[in-house]
């Protein structure tokens, strides 16, 4: 029992990293990515639909974003939720076509990019920690019951802690890349 508790620990603490590293793809950088646009939804229809869904997203060039809408009625919408969306880009448009043109980032604004990645590590930080607050208790509950010795319970909150660490070791990684990507010149 405490085997499988531990198991699905990792399990999920690994998900909740690579949920945190999915989040640092959404921030931009000084190249384009269609990751970019993973978080903007576009009010179609009266439905709340992610851009993903309604347009084809490309990066023809390094600094260079174009979309191609599926419904070509729906690029007033698609360009209005670019430009309430927090990313700083404004589109432009031929009829057909979205061209979204990536500036070169101010230092300025390469540090609130910089706290807008530190602010997601932590959220990833407090839910890996979240989890492991659930299996302790879990862990406890069973120890109470009598399923698990203390010294079995003991153990496997060492490994439990071990298994944290690990994971928020990844974290920080990972914002120690995203930052030298975002501080990069």
Do not use: W
Request: aromatic share 2%; glycine share 6%; with cysteine.
């Amino acid at each position: 029992m405490i085997e499988e508790l531990l198991e699905d620990a990792g399990e999920r603490m690994a998900r909740s990293v690579e949920a945190t590293r999915h989040e640092f793809n959404s921030v931009r950088t000084g190249r384009a990515s269609p990751a970019l646009l993973d978080r903007i939804s576009v009010d179609y229809y009266g439905t709340h639909t992610p851009l993903k869904q309604l347009a084809s997203i490309s990066a023809p060039e390094a600094r260079l974003l174009t979309i191609q809408p599926y419904d070509k009625s729906s690029i007033k919408a698609i360009e209005r939720s670019i430009l309430e969306s927090d990313l700083g880009l404004t589109p432009s448009n031929d009829g057909n076509l979205i061209r979204l043109g990536i500036p070169e980032l101010t230092e300025e604004r390469r540090k609130e990019m910089v706290k807008v990645v530190r602010h997601i590590c932590e959220d990833g930080r407090v839910a890996i920690r979240n989890i492991r607050r659930d299996v302790m208790h879990d862990l406890r509950e069973l120890r109470d019951a009598g399923e698990a010795g203390s010294d079995d319970e003991h153990r496997a909150e060492g490994e439990l802690q071990k298994l944290t660490d690990g994971k928020i070791a990844e974290l920080e990684q990972a914002l120690k890349h995203k930052e030298a990507e975002i501080l990069e010149v």
